[in-house]
């Protein structure tokens, strides 16, 4: 089971590698704004280690001043270069086995006598490492697509010994968010979001095509239902061509959708995965033939898999490095018997109806699900999970789901979990409570899982939020401690008027909102972010005392002041860029919806 490894040892070696001057303990970059040193861009570099290079170059001279020459690879190394590149020359500065293992996307930070090494998986790893070292070793941070924070150093020293070999622990990482699918974010933070705008230069990213719930694009009702009724699904007696599944043991569906996963794959050469999944609703096929294979498997996921199975079969003949996507959800998130997932078929479970209010293994709510979860994992090695981070009926209420996400992303690498999404407010304009601090969190344990959580909590607090941050960690602190003291289960659809979000936490949370605008009072920027944030408690409480006016019968003029607060509200929001409300509704439409309720001008 892979996972993120760095080791500091002292390096001696002999040949190209050159040996560290006797007792030297650092090796000093650049000295008052000035360097000996060049960035050497190895032979044959790939796209993404070119960018890599850039980048290292770039924000070596955004810290220090001084620039760093770009120069490609030559017969004889300069003595004091940084490497770039994963071909023979760092091969025989790293040693024989070295970049063994490393995959796509593993890493080696090295120093080799005066020289420094950055390698790793050419898809995507060397340019990691810059990465890596950037961040981890020289404390440059990318907080959101808009905030980075690049410290000042004239002299920039690095450990002589430096040994960093870094592996993820997930081979897909999803932080779904809006904010982390920007391209240079998400390279930066090493997700591989198929929502992220990755592109050949940053590594590209593990794509998808088409995302996810796949029947009816793969045998579409509109062409033929009317003529082939039999390749949809017999729910009470009768075939289904509207909210259908698939009839999954009618050969010919098989031999449909797979002639139009091979098309698709023509068709979109740059994704990785290709999803065969069920709609996004009930009616699974009772026919006879279906139905057996349930009886036998003991869930509906095994005529799922069995079909799924057929199909990733044949694509394995034509298409060897393509992978077959597939859900465990609603009907089907039980894990079949017998029938195991072919090598090439992620299976995705989904655990929709989970408290995250607390760990899983510690939540009573969550038995069934970490039951689940162990019998997936003993079924196949190759499990992707999508789990939930936000409440989609109301992006800006509060979750307080941070001490989960401590516990629950280790737990998935614990038990074997390859690829891990992480859904938030994946909508266009973005936002929401903690928004951007929960997709960099979540991407550096997505990384490293044994990452010091509340240690990253804090980083971010401080580096996005300046003066404003410890009272900002008092409201984190409150939130949580409301949740986990008192054991109120957390929901991903709860509404406002949820137990933890009574009126005294409220209060309270307001006040840890009140002391961090007065704290950024003099730094513009960071009193907006503050402000943003504090949007979500607003949020709550015009929904609350609406719920209330409604119940108190809806006297006029409290309709009048609600609907000021309301307008004020979405001209607010909308100023940082927010379009949706919810999952399915956009904030103009909440907002001419709450003015025909309320009755007024």
């Known amino acids: 089971m892979n996972t993120v490894v760095v080791v500091a040892i002292a390096v001696c070696a002999l040949g190209l590698v050159g040996k560290p001057s006797q007792g030297a303990k650092e090796i000093q970059l650049t000295t008052a704004g000035n360097t000996d040193y060049v960035v050497v861009l190895g032979r044959g570099a790939t796209p993404s280690e070119k960018h890599g290079a850039q980048e290292l170059a770039r924000f070596l001279k955004q810290m220090s001043g001084a620039e760093f020459q770009l120069k490609a690879e030559e017969a004889v190394l300069p003595q004091k270069c940084l490497f770039v590149g994963h071909g023979p020359t760092a091969e025989d500065m790293l040693g024989a086995g070295a970049l063994r293992g490393l995959g796509s996307d593993g890493l080696v930070v090295k120093a080799v006598g005066d020289r420094i090494v950055l390698s790793g998986g050419a898809e995507r790893g060397t340019m990691y490492a810059c990465y890596s070292l950037l961040e981890d070793v020289l404390g440059c941070r990318w907080y959101s697509s808009t905030v980075s924070v690049i410290p000042k150093k004239l002299t920039i020293r690095i450990p002589a010994n430096i040994n960093r070999r870094e592996i993820p622990a997930f081979e897909n990482r999803d932080p779904f968010y809006t904010d982390a699918f920007d391209a240079d974010w998400a390279a930066r933070n090493r997700s591989t979001s198929s929502a992220s705008r990755l592109d050949k230069k940053r590594g590209g990213k593990i794509a998808y095509w088409p995302f996810v719930h796949s029947f009816n694009l793969l045998v579409p009702p509109q062409d033929y239902f009317d003529s082939h009724p039999e390749y949809f699904s017999l729910v009470n007696g009768q075939r289904q061509k509207d909210y259908s599944q698939l009839c999954l043991t009618n050969p010919d569906v098989v031999r449909i959708a797979t002639a139009q996963v091979m098309k698709w ?35 509906e996921s095994g005529p799922l898999l069995a079909f799924v199975n057929q199909v990733a079969e044949q694509v394995a003949r034509k298409h060897p490095d393509k992978l077959i996507d597939t859900l465990a959800y609603q009907y089907t998130k039980d ?32 038995k069934l699900f970490v039951d689940l979860l162990r019998k997936w994992s003993s079924l196949t090695g190759n499990l992707y999970v999508w789990h939930y981070v936000t409440n989609f009926a109301n992006y800006m209420q509060p979750v307080p789901n941070f001490k989960e996400l401590e516990a629950d992303i280790p737990m998935y690498h614990r038990m074997g979990v390859k690829g891990l999404m992480l859904q938030g407010n994946y909508q266009e304009g973005g936002n929401g409570e903690f928004s951007e601090m929960r997709a960099w969190v979540e991407a550096k344990m997505l990384w490293d899982p044994s990452r010091d959580f509340d240690a990253l909590v804090g980083d971010f607090l401080a580096g996005y939020y300046g003066p404003a941050a410890p009272a900002l960690r008092k409201y984190y602190d409150l939130m949580h401690s409301r949740v986990m003291d008192n054991h109120i289960h957390v929901h991903i659809y709860d509404p406002p008027s949820a137990p933890y979000l009574d009126s005294e936490t409220l209060a309270a949370a307001e006040g840890c909102f009140e002391e961090a605008q007065r704290a950024a009072r003099i730094h513009p920027e960071y009193l907006r972010r503050v402000k943003r944030d504090a949007l979500s408690l607003r949020y709550v409480r015009l929904c609350q005392d609406k719920a209330a006016w409604e119940q108190s019968g809806k006297n006029a003029e409290q309709a009048a002041g609600l609907w000021r607060r309301t307008k004020e509200f979405c001209e607010e929001f ?15 439409a909440w907002e001419k919806e709450w003015q025909a309720q309320l009755a007024t001008n």
């Open 265 to 299: 794959i023509d068709e979109h050469p740059e994704a990785k995965i290709i999803s065969v999944s069920q709609n996004d609703w009930g009616g699974a096929c009772q026919c006879e033939k279906c139905q057996a294979i349930v009886k036998a498997e003991g869930s």
């Open 335 to 366: 894990p079949p018997k017998t029938i195991k997932p072919l090598p090439n078929v992620r299976v995705r479970l989904c655990p929709i109806e989970a408290c995250v209010g607390h760990p899983f293994e510690e939540c009573e709510q969550n």
């Open 574 to 588: 909308a100023s940082y860029g927010a379009v949706w409300i919810r999952e399915g509704q956009r904030l103009d």
